[in-house]
């Protein structure tokens, strides 16, 4: 019973839910046996809310068995990226300087989550502060990607890829800000989305880069993360970024993707500058090709575009980035909360700041500030970070002309397969790579996502696709019609390469 409420998708076991072939009760204690089975060789989760998410599923029971009117997810149980808040559990954003820290409030999105009947099953990992493409750069320790524990997850949210990937969650939270949700989704073999920026609220997302962070879902197929969009979208006054729009059941624009014809004409265009250029592995652009061929087949008018600003997205967004970073995290300075050390001999409060940034920072963090504070700094802010806003400016122009001429932009979403743990950690510029084909569309504030396309060395391949500002919808609908025509496997060859997790599984 363990094992088949496991391997369901959301939607599936929603409705099992719903039918009352099971209930929340059942299904969240067979996701907490799961991770009780294989987190140890995963890590995924930084925390575990058993009771609570027991008392979650047992309300979410009760209310079904009342009579009242619930949502579509009811029951079905969720993970979210520990950079999120949550009232009464502890949210470390994987940094020591936030070691036991319990918020006295829930995000935004996690009220949605409640309000919907989603029992939270726990915090997962994350690169520090969402700074990193591997999820090494946590403070207690790498997540393995299910595929093969030698591996990276992705990231910075592969703790949400992994626990998904890893059937110890059926959807799960992450945020993206140059393509933490969409980077590890293609290396583990799921979906993950970046909606339009303000979109989705940011309030209660512990801030990396306030300008480009997105919250969005992560899931097994291209249905279930429409259907927690649905969920986790909409307008929050608290948010000053967030749209005021209304916004259709992405949902029904997946389901929408199952019917014939679905993508008949759309017009896909790939970035030039993008799929032609360096860094990507041969049999990364064979699947991605091989992937567009299958679009034709349906009918859909794919095409080759220039745009010329990409090439130059992410050094733009490696100034820009760092900057927003040195900005939002010098309120961690030990005199509000958080970690405070307290040096020998005699301290004032300068002396006990930097004794507990030095310790609580990692080294990727550390980097980060010192290179968006020299970015800033006086002389250097019109060379540098003013130089960085106007490559953004054209990005965005490149984007507006792109769309004039498609409806969607298609590309790899990672250059590579996952690489094995420790491979680049001597190389930063090699791993900010990892981000080629992601970065612009956090810098235009577009919607992207991306979907399994294949397999490359018994390794996962993912596809990205963009729209426009406003258009996540038109994304749903394209990915679950490829979904559909690659017969995409939810995963029977997940744990290839695992023998720790095909061992829990026996």
């Not at 948010?239 to 759309?266: E, M, N, Y």
């Not at 967004?317 to 900057?323: D, H, I, K, S, T």
């Not at 920072?361 to 500030?369: C, N, P, Q, T, V």
């Not at 084909?437 to 060395?457: E, F, H, K, R, Y």
């Given at each position: 019973?363990?094992?088949?409420?496991?391997a369901?998708?959301?939607?599936?076991?929603?409705e099992?839910?719903?039918?009352g072939?099971?209930?929340?009760?059942?299904?969240?204690?067979?996701?907490?046996?799961?991770i009780?089975?294989?987190?140890?060789?995963v890590n995924?989760?930084?925390?575990v809310?058993?009771d609570?998410?027991l008392?979650?599923a047992?309300?979410?029971?009760r209310?079904?068995?009342?009579?009242?009117?619930?949502?579509?997810?009811?029951?079905?149980?969720v993970a979210?990226?520990?950079?999120?808040?949550?009232?009464?559990l502890?949210?470390?954003a994987?940094?020591?300087?936030?070691?036991?820290?319990?918020?006295?409030?829930?995000a935004?999105?996690v009220?949605?989550?409640?309000?919907?009947?989603?029992?939270?099953l726990?915090k997962?990992?994350?690169?520090?502060?969402?700074?990193?493409s591997?999820t090494?750069h946590s403070?207690?320790?790498?997540?393995r990607n299910?595929?093969?524990?030698?591996?990276?997850?992705?990231?910075?949210?592969?703790g949400?890829a992994a626990?998904?990937?890893?059937?110890?969650a059926?959807l799960?939270?992450g945020?993206?800000?140059?393509?933490s949700?969409?980077?590890?989704?293609?290396v583990?073999?799921?979906?993950?989305v970046?909606?339009?920026?303000g979109?989705?609220?940011?309030?209660?997302?512990?801030?990396m880069?306030?300008?480009?962070d997105?919250?969005g879902p992560?899931?097994?197929?291209?249905?279930d993360?429409?259907l927690l969009?649905?969920?986790?979208g909409?307008?929050?006054?608290?948010?000053?970024t967030?749209?005021?729009?209304?916004w259709p059941?992405f949902?029904?624009?997946a389901?929408?993707g199952?019917?014939?014809?679905?993508?008949k004409?759309?017009?896909?265009?790939?970035?030039?500058q993008?799929?032609?250029g360096?860094g990507?592995?041969?049999a990364?652009?064979?699947d991605?090709?091989a992937?567009?061929?299958?679009?034709?087949?349906?009918?859909?008018?794919?095409t080759?575009?220039?745009?010329?600003?990409?090439?130059?997205?992410?050094?733009?967004y490696y100034?820009?980035m760092p900057a927003?970073v040195?900005?939002?995290?010098a309120r961690?300075?030990?005199?509000?909360?958080?970690?405070?050390?307290?040096?020998?001999?005699?301290?004032?409060?300068?002396?006990?700041?930097?004794?507990t940034?030095?310790a609580g920072?990692?080294?990727?963090?550390?980097?980060?500030?010192?290179l968006g504070?020299?970015?800033?700094?006086?002389?250097?802010?019109?060379?540098y970070?003013g130089k960085a806003?106007?490559?953004?400016?054209?990005?965005?122009?490149d984007?507006?002309?792109?769309?004039?001429?498609?409806?969607?932009l298609?590309?790899?979403?990672?250059?590579t397969?996952a690489?094995?743990?420790g491979e680049?950690?001597?190389?930063?510029?090699?791993?900010?790579a990892?981000?080629?084909?992601?970065?612009?569309?956090n810098?235009?504030?577009?919607?992207?996502?991306?979907l399994?396309s294949?397999?490359?060395?018994?390794?996962?391949?993912?596809?990205?696709f963009?729209?426009?500002?406003?258009?996540?919808a038109r994304?749903?609908?394209?990915?679950?019609a490829?979904?559909a025509?690659l017969?995409?496997d939810r995963g029977?060859?997940?744990?290839?390469?695992?023998?720790?997790?095909?061992?829990?599984t026996?």
């Amino acid at each position: 019973m363990t094992d088949r409420l496991t391997a369901l998708t959301a939607a599936e076991l929603a409705e099992a839910i719903r039918t009352g072939e099971t209930t929340s009760v059942a299904a969240t204690e067979a996701h907490l046996a799961r991770i009780d089975a294989v987190d140890g060789a995963v890590n995924a989760f930084l925390a575990v809310d058993a009771d609570g998410a027991l008392a979650q599923a047992a309300e979410a029971d009760r209310r079904r068995a009342a009579g009242d009117e619930l949502s579509p997810l009811a029951g079905v149980p969720v993970a979210v990226k520990d950079n999120i808040v949550t009232e009464g559990l502890e949210t470390t954003a994987a940094s020591r300087i936030l070691a036991g820290w319990v918020p006295p409030y829930d995000a935004h999105v996690v009220e949605r989550l409640r309000a919907a009947g989603l029992p939270i099953l726990g915090k997962t990992n994350l690169d520090e502060f969402a700074m990193g493409s591997s999820t090494e750069h946590s403070a207690f320790g790498p997540t393995r990607n299910p595929w093969d524990l030698e591996r990276i997850p992705g990231g910075s949210g592969g703790g949400s890829a992994a626990a998904v990937a890893a059937f110890e969650a059926p959807l799960a939270l992450g945020t993206d800000t140059g393509g933490s949700i969409r980077q590890p989704a293609a290396v583990t073999g799921t979906v993950g989305v970046k909606p339009t920026y303000g979109g989705v609220s940011r309030y209660g997302s512990l801030a990396m880069g306030s300008s480009l962070d997105q919250i969005g879902p992560a899931a097994r197929t291209v249905l279930d993360a429409a259907l927690l969009h649905d969920v986790i979208g909409g307008h929050d006054r608290r948010d000053q970024t967030s749209i005021d729009h209304a916004w259709p059941s992405f949902a029904d624009a997946a389901r929408a993707g199952l019917g014939d014809g679905a993508v008949k004409g759309l017009r896909i265009g790939v970035p030039r500058q993008i799929a032609e250029g360096e860094g990507f592995e041969p049999a990364v652009i064979a699947d991605f090709r091989a992937a567009l061929d299958r679009l034709r087949d349906l009918g859909a008018e794919v095409t080759w575009i220039d745009t010329e600003t990409f090439e130059y997205a992410v050094a733009a967004y490696y100034l820009l980035m760092p900057a927003e970073v040195s900005s939002n995290l010098a309120r961690y300075d030990s005199v509000r909360y958080g970690l405070r050390v307290v040096p020998e001999g005699a301290a004032n409060v300068e002396r006990v700041m930097s004794a507990t940034r030095a310790a609580g920072f990692g080294d990727e963090a550390k980097r980060r500030i010192l290179l968006g504070t020299y970015a800033l700094s006086s002389g250097y802010y019109d060379a540098y970070y003013g130089k960085a806003q106007q490559v953004r400016t054209l990005v965005q122009r490149d984007f507006a002309d792109a769309f004039a001429q498609v409806d969607v932009l298609a590309a790899p979403t990672s250059p590579t397969v996952a690489w094995t743990l420790g491979e680049r950690g001597d190389d930063p510029t090699k791993m900010y790579a990892a981000d080629l084909t992601t970065i612009p569309a956090n810098l235009a504030g577009v919607p992207a996502i991306s979907l399994p396309s294949g397999l490359a060395d018994g390794l996962p391949v993912g596809i990205q696709f963009m729209a426009p500002a406003r258009e996540d919808a038109r994304l749903y609908t394209v990915g679950a019609a490829l979904e559909a025509a690659l017969d995409a496997d939810r995963g029977a060859a997940l744990l290839a390469g695992a023998p720790e997790l095909q061992e829990a599984t026996r």
